[in-house]
């Protein structure tokens, strides 16, 4: 969900503006300006994806526990399947991650720093994180008495029915089928009417 949408067909690369809302599966994406630059073979791949101010990343883990990370600029890259496999994080950061010992130990890692790397596994699990440049970390065990508000970072926002229904994913890639098809009108169109003069 975005105000504009910018489709360049010579790269295949798209720009959102206007605080867009992108949603992976469970997780989303949100920032002033989202810039998503695809496989030059296949378009329908997503090389990686870039998050300019304002940039949050949230990953939905049950109905209480999200991961969270909110910075000045996320790039994400992601792998065939169009999953996430790698996320940096640069300027202002600020993180929670819900960390296991057992189901019933639970703890939270909360930290803060300039430069901040995330390793997601195939299964779309953080296997690994890497806090680097005036790092500040804390573990906070939590049960059913900890406060909400340690839970979630300040602009945390997660609207479950403002999340885009299964059928509606193809939305995106129906729009830029169009617009090439609208283009390669233009361009033929074009080349008519420099031969007839």
């Known amino acids: 969900m975005c105000y504009f949408f910018n489709y360049e067909s010579s790269n295949s690369n798209m720009k959102f503006y206007g605080n867009p809302i992108l949603w992976f599966h469970n997780q989303k994406i949100t920032g002033t300006t989202i810039y998503i630059q695809n496989d030059e073979k296949n378009d329908s791949i997503i090389k990686n994806i870039k998050i300019i101010k304002n940039a949050s990343y949230i990953e939905k883990i049950n109905s209480e526990e999200f991961n969270q990370i909110e910075g000045d600029i996320i790039i994400g890259f992601f792998n065939k399947e169009n999953f996430l496999e790698k996320v940096i994080i640069q300027g202002n950061i600020n993180s929670i991650f819900f ?78 089928e169009k617009y090439k098809k609208e283009s390669l009108l233009e361009k033929e169109t074009i080349k008519s009417m420099v031969k007839n003069k």
């Not at 703890?107 to 995330?118: D, M, Q, R, T």
């Not at 065990?141 to 997660?158: A, R």
């Open 99 to 176: 960390l296991y010992s057992n189901k019933e130990k639970k703890i939270i890692n909360k930290s803060s720093c300039e430069i901040l790397s995330i390793y997601l596994d195939k299964s779309k699990k953080i296997r690994k994180i890497f806090c680097e440049k005036k790092a500040r970390s804390e573990l906070i065990p939590i049960d059913k008495k900890t406060p909400k508000k340690f839970l979630y970072l300040s602009k945390f926002d997660w609207k479950e029915k403002d999340k885009p229904k299964n059928n509606q994913k193809l939305l995106v890639h129906k729009e830029i």
